[in-house]
Structures are given as structure tokens and as C-alpha cells.
């Protein structure tokens, strides 16, 4: 029983890794046809500007782009991004190998301390890492801690990245994820970088996890979509 569950579990691996591929391609070859209209608050497409590692901070529904953007825009900046520990995250992790980018595994329910600790070395080794605040499971647009504690243990600024579309398709998912069409027009915002301090209260924590949640709702233009979440 054993060794057929650990056959599964391979076959399964295989089947990520595949449908991850073919998605990393599809990613790629649609986010080479959009037409990005780009707003630069903190100087990160201008090479050499920004020194040192970020993290880029987006909205769970809006990660169809980020790598897309990163390539085009920065692509001299290595980067790492943050997939749950499930499946989906196997599929993504594979996705993003397509544009280069690293994965690590883990989220707030699985794997979470390991994964914090392996994304504080990447940074510290002067690579970006990409993470969504209010993935994988949400509530939608509502901001998990873990950001503002990687940052916090790190000592790496977060930069809030904001996306906008002209014309997507909405799934029917928990956060109404965005696909956007091929050829459309996408505003994407490089919004200043936020620094935190290493040593925080509990209050003053809770503050700047307030604080970056407001920044990153400023940033969308369907805020109603988080429906009855408790704000």
C-alpha cells in the first residue's frame, strides 16, 4: 500500500510539473502580447535604482502577470516567488520555472515557519521574493501577517504591486481570479517601497499590517468583489 502510494504521489509530481509547464507557457506567451501602461513610484525598472532585495507584494486574483511583468520590465532581478504546499502550488511552481523564477513551498496552514524561514534566505541572498497576502485561500483583499513578518525578520522593504486590467475574464473562484485577455491593456503600479521596523509591538505590528492593507486596496478598482468579508 505503501509503495503504490508513493507511485501516486510520483505520477502525480509528473502531472504537476506537465500541467505547470504548459501553463508557464501559456503565462508567458499571453503576458508577451499585453500593452502595459506602467507607473514607477519606487524607481525598480530603472536598473540599478532599487538595490538590494524586495518583496513583491500582489493580490492572490492578479498573479497571472506578476512574472510576465517582472521579465519585461526587470527582468536583471532574480526572483523567487512563495506557492502552497498543494498541488496548485506544485502546478505553479513549475509554471513560474518557465520564466526563471524559484518557488518555495508553504503557506499559513502547511509548512508555514519552514517556509518563512527559507524565503528569509533567498532574500538574504539578494533575491526578490513574490508573495500574495491574501493567499492561497483568503478571505479575498484581506491582509495575512506573514508579509509584514517576512519583511520585519528580513529587513527587506515590501513593495506593493498593483494591477489593473482593461479587459479580463473573471473565474469563479474565491477571489474571482483574473485572466486577462490577449492584446489588452494592463496599468501596472510599482508602488513605493515600504520599510518595517525590526522591532514591533503587538500594536504597532497590527498597525503596519493595517497599513499595507490599505496601500494594496488602494490599488484595485473592484474592492466591492470582497463581498461580505469581515473588514
Not at 502547511?110 to 526578490?128: F, N, P
Not at 483574473?178 to 500594536?203: C, G, Q
Request: net charge positive; with cysteine; hydrophobic share 45%.
Amino acid at each position: 500500500m505503501a509503495a503504490d502510494a508513493q507511485r501516486l504521489a510520483v505520477r502525480d509530481s509528473a502531472k504537476a510539473r506537465i500541467l505547470g509547464t504548459v501553463a508557464g507557457w501559456i503565462l508567458r506567451v499571453t503576458g508577451a502580447t499585453l500593452r502595459m501602461e506602467v507607473v514607477d513610484r519606487c524607481g525598480i525598472t530603472e536598473r540599478g535604482r532599487v538595490e538590494g532585495p524586495v518583496i513583491w507584494c500582489i493580490w492572490h486574483n492578479r498573479v497571472f502577470v506578476p512574472a510576465s511583468v517582472r521579465n519585461r520590465l526587470c527582468k536583471w532581478r532574480q526572483a523567487t516567488v512563495l506557492t502552497s504546499a498543494s498541488n496548485d502550488g506544485a502546478i505553479l511552481a513549475a509554471a513560474v520555472k518557465v520564466f526563471g523564477l524559484g518557488a518555495v513551498r508553504g503557506s499559513s496552514s502547511r509548512r508555514g515557519a519552514s517556509a518563512l524561514k527559507e524565503l528569509i534566505r533567498v532574500l538574504k541572498q539578494g533575491t526578490d521574493a513574490g508573495v500574495t497576502p491574501d493567499g492561497p485561500r483568503g478571505p479575498l483583499y484581506v491582509m495575512q501577517p506573514g508579509v509584514v513578518k517576512l519583511a520585519q525578520a528580513a529587513q527587506v522593504p515590501i513593495m506593493p504591486l498593483h494591477v489593473t486590467f482593461g479587459r479580463s475574464t473573471r473565474l469563479n473562484s474565491w477571489d474571482r481570479f483574473h485572466i486577462p485577455w490577449p492584446f489588452s491593456r494592463i496599468t501596472v503600479t510599482f508602488d513605493e517601497l515600504l520599510a518595517v521596523p525590526r522591532k514591533l509591538d503587538d500594536d504597532a505590528f497590527a498597525a503596519q499590517c493595517r497599513k499595507l492593507e490599505d496601500i494594496m486596496r488602494g490599488g484595485v478598482d473592484d474592492y466591492e468583489d470582497a463581498g461580505d468579508a469581515d473588514h
